[in-house]
């Protein structure tokens, strides 16, 4: 019997969770603040002890064994915002060593820790006790803005079948952008949908970003990091790039240190925010040629859209920031279904020809995928050619191709390349 209530949305994260706790002592699920881990937790829990209450972290401080439950039938036991206190992995742990019985802990973070405290805090990493898990926001398909009538794995099995279907509207897709997949944000009128992307924005700069009292970091530069990292959503930029963007935008007092910008980059990456995508140098022909810088994106596109300033109606009256801002949504679900999938996302650039692939989904089994992004379906011819060059020179031929896009009447597949063509708002594992 789970805590969850009746209003509870299913996520494709949920079997993987269950399959976790029949396998592991203890399961964390990590990821981005509101993103609805406690929710699916609930979902697996009989019981739940929520750190963020001063009472239960004092306790966790002074006696973390007093903390668990070993009564069978309150188990699982959700230990949320279990970062809070940090000595209680190692005791989650200790615990798990005391029963061959699996499935007995969930423990949730919204936060890696500073590598200082895990060093003080933390002397083993929980392996072969603790199964970790990451989450994201929604994915279409999960807040049922996908109609899921092309799949991933029917492409890869190459049984998807060609159908028309309803062509959405370019400004539904720029609302889907700028709502993003946080659950409290699904089903808020069209008008209200900035409001929580825009208050998570705040509470970074207000609360996050300090997570040690040793290091003070300013609110004004990382608005400006963070502004800069909106404007080059996805895209692949270097370090350096960031730091002359911040120094152009604000010549006050940029970022000028390299080590400054490592520092609040870490903070946003142990905050769950940023998807560093590493680069996908296999099965190509001059492996020299590869680039291997990382494609960094927003965890989930609304985020950019709230330090821009954005709207759908903006987005819509500029064309190339839609483009770079869709391509961050359709990033979100390509990565939420290969992770339900249990594979992996890369980009690739070549460097010499120029030639790049928005995304390579490589599968468990070692095969992969070649996957080009377009908003508009005026621009689905340059992006098969642009997959066929690239298969041309793959000593591993790709196990299937696709253009994910936007605004498109139906699901396809090209009669000579055999391409498929696919619509995001159709689009499932």
């Known amino acids: 019997m789970s805590l969850t209530n009746e209003n509870y949305k299913e996520r494709l994260i949920d079997k993987k969770i269950k399959k976790y706790l029949e396998v592991f002592g203890a399961v964390s ?60 992995w190692d005791a989650t742990r200790r615990e798990c060593d005391k029963t ?142 960031i730091l002359k963007d911040i120094g152009d935008f604000e010549s006050k007092d940029p970022l000028s240190s390299t080590n400054t910008l490592a520092d609040y980059l870490d903070v946003l990456n142990r905050l769950y925010l940023l998807e560093n995508w590493s680069a ?15 494609k960094r994106h927003f965890t989930d596109p609304s985020l950019a859209c709230a330090l821009l300033n954005l709207n759908s109606d903006k987005l819509l009256r500029d064309f190339n920031t839609f483009g770079l801002l869709f391509e961050g949504l359709v990033a979100r679900d390509i990565r939420i279904y290969m ?11 070549d460097n010499v020809t120029g030639l790049e692939v928005d995304a390579i989904l490589e599968f468990e089994d070692g095969e992969y995928a070649a996957v080009e992004i377009k908003l508009g379906f005026n621009k689905v011819e340059e992006a098969i050619e642009n997959l066929q060059k690239f298969s041309d020179n793959a000593t591993k031929k790709p196990k299937f191709m696709c253009v994910i896009v936007g605004k498109c009447s139906g699901i396809a597949r090209d009669s000579k390349t055999g391409i498929y063509i696919v619509p995001i708002t159709a689009l499932k594992p």
């Open 100 to 241: 061959v019985d699996s499935g007995n802990y969930i423990l949730t973070g919204s936060t890696t820790l500073p590598k200082k405290i895990q060093k003080e805090k933390i002397k083993h990493s929980g392996a072969g006790r603790i199964g970790i898990i990451k989450m994201s926001t929604m994915s279409l398909y999960e807040s049922l803005d996908s109609s899921g009538k092309a799949s991933i794995m029917d492409m890869y099995n190459g049984t998807q079948k060609s159908m028309p279907i309803e062509e959405v509207e370019l400004k539904h897709l720029a609302n889907l952008i700028v709502r993003g997949g946080w659950p409290r944000n699904i089903g808020v009128s069209d008008e209200n949908i900035h409001i929580v992307p825009r208050g998570y924005i705040d509470s970074i700069l207000r609360d996050d970003m300090i997570d040690d009292e040793d290091k003070k970091r300013d609110k004004d530069k990382m608005l400006m990091l963070l502004k800069s990292l909106a404007r080059n959503e996805s895209s692949i930029v270097s370090n350096n790039t």
């Open 280 to 294: 996908y140098s296999d099965n190509y022909r001059s492996r020299e040629r590869v680039g291997k810088a990382p």
């Open 29 to 88: 699920i990590e990821g981005p603040k509101w993103c609805g881990k406690t929710w699916s937790s609930l979902n697996q829990a009989n019981s739940v002890i929520y750190m963020d209450d001063d009472e239960n972290k004092t306790r966790a401080e002074i006696d973390v064994k007093s903390i668990f439950s070993h009564d069978k039938s309150e188990l699982p036991q959700l230990i949320d915002e279990w970062n809070l206190a940090p000595n209680i």
């Open 339 to 349: 992770d339900y999938l249990n594979g992996t996302v890369h980009h690739f650039r």
